[in-house]
């Protein structure tokens, strides 16, 4: 059995909460544990399962979203709060127990409850319609906070006390209280339902707690998380997520077990990664999720006794773009990851070549997801092409100026600089779909972009060589920001040296497609199984 450990984290706490359906996805829910998820379920590789440590109410939503809804999971909170109920179930707020009198208004947004013309509560809805949080209010103050479970029951309440939250309680299907977690961190049991539950394969067990107060919710998670432990299999393997959250405890708890630590740049920085070596050393294998990762890791003398390699989280796949079907010729330019000063010099020689080719656009990525983002670029892209002599209108809204539209067309100013703002792999494939190029300055650069572009046969032109961008191939290495303009003609100046790089793209996609990780993957837990050590360091 291949357990999957993942670092789905809010903040750096021991929650998941689903989200309003109305607040925009400020980051991806997409990582490397979902994809290799989504690998193992869709092939058939071994068998394998979740261990969530997160408290997730909505668990089976995500999972559904991330088409994984079929995969076996275990959670650490069912187990503590004794759920036994597996499947979703419809609830409606009506079912509620609401006071007579009671009034309901409906806005846009959501649902609230007037008692005597007041407000007495207010309903939040999840992404499916289902209600997922209702807040109490006495006094135009937030007195009480339920948190409903998608299998149909109140999972968790939250009491305030001035505005301010006092404590929480985790509840069991019936109501009862299990844990209550107050402000300062430390956990109370139940006296009076003071077990918690451990399932398996092989029937239920009701364990009593050890203590009757913990100092932090991790000390409760550690005692239950061992008491399932102690029910695997000494030829189990544990594929963690290396995020900080959890490194600490699960390099206590998996000691004398195969572990393969994952690492994700976009969880887990490069410092991090650093900080974390004494807990990598202990694993059988390091799966990094790009070569200048696995670079950084073979440089570290005290991971030499555990193998490491490179499988990306994400697979290629041949899947031609538009870009060609299109009359201008849109550059993809990521900015998030830009210092200032390489911002205003990359900007200022876009903007030079954008006076040679009236049909080329530069698209402004980012996964700042803030409603504001927008404006705030456009208006530094505006400020740079200012200060440089270049129109400022070039970046704006194309919908800015509502008098532009009695100007004849030889005196209207084109929008040259747009944002795509995607936080979602969904919305950046459809973004990528029509570009006709890559400009990625960053170091290092966008993963997941770069993936697309190869799939797509779309040439990047880099800071840095990258395992999915060859020199001379499918893209060109900018050394001096100064011949940026000098790339660019390469590619949008006739067709000959894009078509070139568009094969050699696919080309290089074939040594990355799902076939090829699922090898991969075979023979990393193969030479575990075969290891005679169960872990490196223990």
């Known amino acids: 059995m291949l357990y999957f450990i993942p670092a789905w984290y809010q903040k750096n706490e021991w929650k998941e909460s689903e989200q309003f359906w109305y607040r925009r996805r400020m980051q991806t829910e997409t990582d490397d544990t979902v994809k290799q998820i989504q690998l193992f379920q869709r092939n058939s590789i071994c068998e394998h399962k979740i261990l969530l440590l997160s408290y997730a109410p909505n668990f089976r939503h995500f999972l559904h979203r991330q088409s994984a809804f079929r995969v076996p999971y275990w959670s650490v909170f069912d187990a503590i709060q004794e759920v036994r109920r597996k499947k979703q179930a419809i609830l409606s707020f009506h079912d ?40 109490l209010y006495r006094n135009g103050q937030i007195n009480r906070k339920n948190i409903y479970d998608d299998r149909g029951f109140v999972s968790c309440t939250s009491v305030y006390e001035n505005g301010r939250k006092s404590y929480e309680q985790y509840l069991t299907e019936k109501g009862i ?13 139940n006296p009076r339902s003071n077990q918690y539950l451990i399932c398996t ?12 107060s ?33 490194m600490n405890l699960l390099d206590r708890l998996l000691t004398g077990k195969r572990t393969i630590f994952s690492i994700f740049e976009n969880r887990i920085s490069r410092e991090n990664i650093r900080m974390a070596l004494h807990s990598l050393s202990h694993g059988n294998c390091i799966v990094t999720d790009s070569e200048d990762n696995l670079e950084i890791l073979l440089k570290q003398s005290n991971l030499k006794n555990v193998r490491k390699t490179n499988i990306p989280p994400y697979d290629t796949r041949m899947d031609h773009g538009i870009s060609q079907q299109l009359h201008v010729q849109k550059i993809l330019f990521p900015v998030d990851h830009l210092k200032t000063e390489e911002l205003k010099t990359a900007v200022k020689y876009l903007a030079s070549y954008l006076l040679e080719n009236h049909n080329a656009r530069v698209h402004l990525f980012t996964r700042n997801a803030e409603f504001n983002r927008e ?55 459809k973004c990528v779909r029509e570009q006709r190029l890559l400009v990625d300055l960053a170091d290092p650069p966008d993963l997941f972009l770069q993936i697309s572009c190869v799939s797509m ?21 900018n050394t001096e920001l100064s011949k940026l303009g000098e790339d660019l003609r390469y590619y949008l100046e006739g067709l000959s040296n894009w078509n070139y790089a568009m094969i050699q793209s696919y080309d290089v996609g074939k040594t990355h497609t799902a076939q090829y990780l699922i090898e991969q993957w075979k023979e990393v837990i193969t030479d575990i199984e075969n290891s005679k050590s169960v872990t490196v360091g223990s």
């Open 96 to 135: 509620l127990n609401w006071p007579k009198g009671i009034e309901f208004i409906y806005t846009p947004f959501s649902v609230l409850a007037l008692l005597n013309h007041e407000r007495y509560a207010q309903i939040e809805f999840g992404e499916y319609g289902n209600p997922i949080q209702v807040d």
């Open 177 to 189: 209280w299990k844990l209550c977690c107050f402000a300062d961190g430390h956990v109370v049991v």
């Open 201 to 212: 394969h092989k029937g239920e067990y009701q364990i009593s707690f050890s203590r009757n």
């Open 214 to 246: 913990y100092a932090s919710m991790e000390q409760v998670i550690e005692e239950v998380l061992i008491s399932y432990l102690q029910t695997t299999q000494d030829l189990d393997i544990f594929c963690v997520a290396a995020h900080v959250q959890h």
């Open 375 to 429: 404006d705030i670029l456009l208006r530094q892209i505006r400020d740079i092409l200012n200060t440089n002599g270049y129109p400022a209108e070039w970046a704006r809204k194309e919908n800015m100026n509502k008098f532009e539209f009695l100007l004849d067309k030889e005196d209207q100013i084109p929008v040259l600089f747009i944002v795509e703002q995607c936080v979602d792999e969904l919305s950046v494939n």
């Open 457 to 477: 046969g779309i040439p990047q032109i880099l800071r840095i060589p990258t395992q999915y961008m060859r020199p001379g191939k499918n893209g060109r290495i």
